[in-house]
Every structure is written in structure tokens, then in C-alpha cells.
């Protein structure tokens, strides 16, 4: 029954149990109840980075998983990730004061002509969890916006987000601006969206097409490890 | 629904707290009623039921069949149109074969099952047209069609080709913040809206899903002032303002006109 479990103090809990509850948590999208705890661990004296990754990260790919495995589907993913939200919302300023470590900058929006921003609002929370830095430009973004911000940013990936048939072609409107730019090599592209494929992506030049958040969020990890790496290999 | 699907489904496992109380069961269970009683008009005007269409399609004979005539494979959400243009027109050697309207919930099967059903039509030697617009294949559907050598009407969704393909293009981004329900859609809001976007177990959600959408246009085949209505009622929920705008068959009856004619050969 609903009303036994009502009885969890979280308070009450040692760390492993909190962590472990704070997990079911998340997967039960429950925001209150991650404000709580990420309260509790900090008042415990847990780094704000052991916290994310322990508590969030750890619990936001359990969601991951079972959304990608098509146990977990878009209500509530969108609930887990706004109850993670509201953990990092804490968690942010001062895992800045602390100097955790980064793993890159991503510039993210929704194309040109299209206000579908679902998925790539659960990509957006997704990589930052994972310890990415996220740019959200929200959405209908012409070239312009995603390029300036790329450049003010100093970011490494770009990733594009559309719904409709009809605007997934803007894509290649950006790549190509990027190319003509002489910067398209500067950044990792990752496209994504209901009606896009891996055959999409890569007729329109980007670097992956994701077909989910958790996806994304792996292929990010991936393709800028193998960038550093390629980088420090040509130096 | 968004104007492409997102992939539905059930949770695996119950929120520990909270969750849709009794008072959205019950409106849920009002809605549904509303959509059975909506069925049953339309099964008594002749018209296959629409919870039949959304789950398992139709087949609807030729009532004249001729050898080597023109098969039309639709989408279910089209059935009711298409059996009026062929009754008004006096298509009666057209077969209609209708797939499961559900298969808007997951594009990338279209194709597929638009194939299989070609393959089918084909074998019992009848020549098929694709009443299916892209409808979030992102292309796929048209180069199936293509490989198979099998014509399929043109334009993005049934949205599109109801309101003219050219006049739905020329509203461009103007409409970019447009929720857009057919007649069918309308009366199947809970199938495809509601339920798949997780709305039933979780109303919260509502502004978070459709908070980028201003207004749901509800593009009417036909004058009906329950269908009027249940639009206004679907805008309600969702938060939206409502429109009506009455279309017509729009492109559909020039496509069904020329799959009508006699083949060249």
C-alpha cells in the first residue's frame, strides 16, 4: 500500500538506504523528495560532485535504461527529470564554488519552425546530470543563434532537436552554414527527434543521430573522449 | 500527441506517492464514454466504428469489383472520408483497406505494414494507392513507395492534405504554434492525445507537454456540431484556444479521383 511507504522518513535513513531510496525517487519522479535528500547528504557533508554522481547520475540511468529498454516512457522520464532538475538546482552553484570536473559544453535547441522541445528538454537535463555543461536555446532557432552561441560558449557539441518532417531539414541548413564557416570540424553534432534516423544523420553531415536522451548522452561521452584523444594523439 | 508521436505506454511501477486521483478516473472514464457514443453514430450511418479503426483497421470490398481495380491502403483515421468520397462519387469499384489508425503512435512502422499490405493487394490482383501522407516517417514511407512503384498522396500529414497541401505550406511558421485535430481526431482524442501522452495517469504534465502550443485547430471534414463540440472540449483540456476551419476532403478527392480512373494499360 501507497500509505505504508508515506512513513519513509528520509532523515531517518543511513546514507546507502538514502541513496538507494533517492534512486526509487527519481524513477517515481517524487522533486520533493530529492530536494529533501540532496539536503540531507549535503548537511551530511557529501561533495556536491560525489552527490550528483552517486545519487542523480546513478539514479537518472536507471530512468535512462528503462527508457531506453521501453519499460519507462515520456511522462514519466519527463517527471524523473524534472524531480533531477530540482536536485541540480541545489547542487549547481556549488558544485561551481567546489570546482567539480567537467565534461564539456553542449549547445541545444530545437530547430527553426518547430516548438517541440520534449525530447530535447529530457536530452538538455539528461547531459547535465551527466556533468556536461548545457546552452538550451529553447526552441525555433535559425543558424544564426546556434552558431553565435557555439562560438560564445567556446562549446564542443551541438546538438539539434526537431519533430516534424517538415522542419527536420533545417539540420543541414545549420551544418552547412558551419561548413561555410570553416568551424564544422569544431564541434561534435548530435541530431535527434521523432522522425529522424541514423541514415538522416548522416546524409545531412552531423556526427550522430541519437535516438533517445540516454543515448545522446552516451554517444556525447564517446565522441568527445575520442576527440580529447585524437587531440592529444596530434599534438 | 504531438503533431508526430511520441512513443506511449504504461509505467512500470507506481509513483510511491501521489498520482491521478479518483476524480481524473472518473473524467477519463466520462471522455471515454463520450468517444463510444461517437462510435456508435457512426457505425449506424454505416461507417466502421472508430475504436475498430484506431486498433484494428478495415476492409471495405469494392461493392462493384472490377479485375485489376485500384485498392486504396489508408490509414484508419482517413476510413470515414475515404467511404464518403467513394459513396458521393460513385467510386464502387475502389477497395478500401484500411491499417490500424494506432500506427500514428509508431511512424516507423508504417512503412512496413504500408508494404505488407501492397504485397497482399497486389497478389489478390488488385492495383493499390497509398493513402497515407509522410505522417512522421521522416521520408521513409515515400521511399518505400517509390521502391515499390506505388503512388502515395503527397504531403506531411492528413492535416495537411485536408487544408491543401499548398495552403498548409503557405501558413508556414504563422501556424507553427497550431494543435491541429481532424474530425477523426477529435472524436478519438483519448486514443491519440490524452492517453499516449500520458495525460490520464499524469494531468499534470498538460503544460509542460502542450505549453508551446497557443491554439488547437480543429480542421472539420464536415459540418457537425458534436464534433464542434468535442473540439472546443479537447481545446479546453489541453488549455488552448479553440478554432474551427472547415476543409472539406481538400486534396484527398483529387488523389481518390485519380486512383477511380481506369488503369492506361
Do not use: K
Given at each position: 500500500m501507497a500509505d505504508e511507504d508515506?512513513?519513509?522518513?528520509?532523515?531517518?535513513?543511513?546514507d546507502g538506504e538514502l541513496v538507494q531510496q533517492m534512486h526509487d525517487d527519481l524513477y517515481d519522479g517524487l522533486k520533493d523528495e530529492i530536494e529533501e535528500g540532496v539536503n540531507i547528504l549535503l548537511e551530511r557533508g557529501w561533495t556536491p560532485y560525489r552527490l550528483l554522481t552517486e545519487a542523480l547520475v546513478a539514479g537518472m540511468k536507471v530512468v535512462g535504461d528503462d527508457f531506453r529498454d521501453g519499460i519507462l516512457f515520456v511522462p514519466e522520464v519527463l517527471l524523473a527529470a524534472n524531480a533531477m532538475k530540482s536536485g541540480m538546482n541545489i547542487l549547481r552553484p556549488l558544485l561551481a564554488e567546489t570546482g567539480a570536473p567537467k565534461m564539456g559544453t553542449m549547445v541545444i535547441g530545437t530547430v527553426k519552425g518547430d516548438i517541440h522541445d520534449i525530447g530535447k528538454n529530457l536530452v538538455s537535463m539528461m547531459m547535465e546530470g551527466a556533468g556536461f555543461d548545457v546552452v538550451d536555446l529553447g526552441i525555433n532557432n535559425a543558424a544564426e543563434a546556434y552558431i553565435e552561441a557555439l562560438e560564445r560558449e567556446d562549446a564542443q557539441i551541438l546538438g539539434m532537436s526537431a519533430l516534424l518532417t517538415t522542419t527536420m531539414p533545417y539540420m543541414k541548413v545549420v551544418i552547412d552554414q558551419l561548413k561555410a564557416n570553416g568551424t564544422r570540424d569544431n564541434y561534435v553534432v548530435l541530431v535527434g527527434g521523432a522522425p529522424l534516423n541514423e541514415e538522416f544523420g548522416r546524409a545531412i553531415g552531423a556526427d550522430a543521430y541519437c535516438r533517445d536522451a540516454a543515448v545522446a548522452v552516451e554517444t556525447a561521452k564517446t565522441l568527445v573522449a575520442a576527440r580529447k584523444h585524437n587531440q592529444a594523439h596530434a599534438n | 500527441m504531438t503533431q508526430d508521436a511520441e512513443p506511449p505506454g504504461p509505467a512500470a511501477r507506481p509513483a510511491r506517492r501521489g498520482g491521478a486521483g479518483g476524480r481524473a478516473a472518473a473524467r477519463a472514464a466520462a471522455h471515454a464514454a463520450a468517444g463510444t457514443r461517437a462510435a456508435r453514430q457512426a457505425a449506424q450511418a454505416g461507417a466502421p466504428a472508430d475504436d475498430a479503426l484506431t486498433e484494428t483497421g478495415c476492409d471495405a470490398p469494392a461493392a462493384s469489383p472490377a479485375s485489376g481495380g485500384a485498392s486504396l491502403i489508408a490509414c484508419g483515421a482517413l476510413a470515414h472520408e475515404i467511404l464518403a468520397l467513394i459513396r458521393v462519387n460513385g467510386w464502387t469499384h475502389l477497395h478500401l483497406r484500411c491499417l490500424p489508425a494506432k500506427l500514428h503512435l509508431r511512424p516507423e512502422l508504417i512503412p512496413d505494414e504500408v508494404a505488407r499490405a501492397v504485397a497482399e493487394e497486389r497478389a489478390a490482383a488488385r492495383d493499390p494507392f497509398v493513402v497515407y501522407a509522410d505522417c512522421g516517417t521522416g521520408g521513409r514511407l515515400q521511399a518505400r513507395c517509390d521502391a515499390l512503384g506505388v503512388e502515395m498522396i503527397p504531403g506531411p500529414h492528413c492535416y495537411s492534405f485536408f487544408d491543401g497541401n499548398a495552403a498548409f505550406a503557405a501558413r508556414g511558421d504563422a501556424e507553427m504554434t497550431a494543435f491541429y485535430l481532424t474530425d477523426f481526431l477529435v472524436r478519438q482524442f483519448d486514443a491519440f492525445v490524452w492517453r499516449p501522452m500520458g495525460l490520464d495517469r499524469r494531468p499534470e504534465l498538460r503544460d509542460m507537454l502542450?505549453?508551446?502550443?497557443e491554439r488547437l485547430v480543429h480542421l472539420a471534414q464536415v459540418e457537425d456540431p458534436e464534433l464542434e463540440r468535442l473540439g472546443r472540449e479537447a481545446a479546453a483540456r489541453l488549455g488552448l484556444l479553440h478554432e474551427r476551419r472547415l476543409t472539406g476532403y481538400g486534396d484527398l478527392s483529387d488523389f481518390l479521383a485519380r486512383a477511380a480512373q481506369p488503369a492506361s494499360d
Open positions: 508515506d512513513d519513509i522518513v528520509l532523515s531517518e535513513l543511513d | 502542450f505549453g508551446n502550443y
